[in-house]
């Protein structure tokens, strides 16, 4: 009796991992499956996203496709096999495709075979396949690989930062000894690619943001990244310390600002000279050890003034300078101020 008893507790055991063990065999990522939606709800992104999926097999959904891979400017088409529901290949019947939000009616072939040529932009998209003779739509992925890889830089003003990219052809073969174009602040520039398919573009522009366009000339793909260059020269007010020169002075009273040389990397510069110049003052300073120079301007009249700053003949800061009359409240030494506008130039 306890031997009977222990081999039904075996039995049961068995029986159960081998449900389990089955189970985990259905599940292939290469398998098409079957959407749990209606078909016409079916309206497809560009944007990846997760989608509620029945396990019902292929051949209950009569259509055999995969996820696809490829390189930008690949006429590689997107392959589907169909059948009916007896399992016949479904021959010369309008099929869908929808990818992108747009959808497209296909003939098949013969032997059921459908075909969609995919000339997106790289990125990676769903496409919904539809067969109208078992009624049912399969999801696939599709992923695009760029020909351009670039990235956005964040440089300081003509320091050795530059912008690189590398290109490749529609199998993703880096590009050898190919001319590749960029666009940035409007002017075009040639580069050839090294032999790994490298290119550079020195980026000498004034402090800013930029935007710089590369073209593939090969697959005639273009790309887009972000080129923002930063100043080696700030400046700050002493009164407000911010970027704005917002000023508020009284009568008898000098202004001064605080201005900060960097280096190629963003660290204080000493020993550097500096000029000022506010409506025709001119001041000749150096910074110290901790790169700053502090300036003072007996400003007696309460308007706008342009005040600019150089170092090295290269660099420069400008900003509008507004002063603004103050009234005293009980303490003198601290001023209210007036309602002024101001910004930089």
């Known amino acids: 009796m306890k031997f009977k008893k222990t081999f039904l507790i075996l039995l049961f055991a068995l029986t159960i991992f081998s449900i389990s063990a089955v189970s985990a065999e259905d599940v292939d990522s290469n398998n098409t499956y079957e959407v749990s939606l209606d078909s016409a709800e079916i309206l497809m992104s560009g944007e990846i996203t997760e989608m509620p999926v029945k396990d019902t097999p292929v051949e209950q959904t009569g259509i055999i496709s995969e996820n696809m891979t490829k390189h930008y400017g690949d006429d590689a088409p997107f392959c589907a096999n169909f059948t009916d529901k007896n399992g016949t290949p479904l021959a010369n019947e309008t099929v869908t495709f929808t990818i992108n939000n747009v959808s497209y009616n296909k003939t098949t072939d013969s032997d059921g075979v459908a075909k969609l040529n995919i000339t997106l932009e790289s990125g990676k998209y769903i496409i919904a396949t539809y067969n109208p003779s078992t009624n049912k739509t399969a999801i696939n992925t599709i992923n695009i690989l760029s020909g351009i890889e670039g990235k956005d830089i964040t ?27 960029f666009n940035i602040h409007g002017v075009f520039y040639n580069r050839t690619t090294d032999e790994n398919g490298r290119v550079i573009l020195n980026i000498s522009l004034d402090p800013g943001k930029y935007v710089i366009t590369v073209y593939n000339l090969v697959t005639g793909e273009q ?10 020269m700030t400046m700050v007010d002493l009164v407000q310390k911010s970027k704005d020169m917002i000023i508020y002075v009284r009568d008898h009273h000098s202004v001064g600002c605080l201005v ?26 150096t910074t110290g050890g901790n790169g700053t120079v502090e300036v003072w301007f007996a400003l007696k009249e309460y308007k ?4 600019c700053t150089a170092t090295s003949g290269n660099f420069f800061v400008s900003q509008k300078l507004l002063t603004n009359r103050a009234f005293i409240t009980g303490d003198d030494s601290k001023y209210q101020p007036s309602a002024v506008n101001a910004g930089k130039i």
């Open 155 to 181: 440089k300081f003003c003509r320091n050795g930062t530059h912008y690189i990219a590398k290109l490749y052809d529609k199998t993703g073969k880096a590009l050898v000894n190919q001319t590749v174009r």
């Open 223 to 232: 790309a887009a990244n972000n080129v923002t260059v930063l100043s080696r």
């Open 260 to 285: 900060t040389v960097l280096d190629d990397l963003g660290k204080p510069l000493a020993n550097q000279n500096v000029t000022l110049n506010v409506n025709g003052i001119i001041q000749n300073k």
């Open 304 to 307: 706008e003034y342009n005040i």
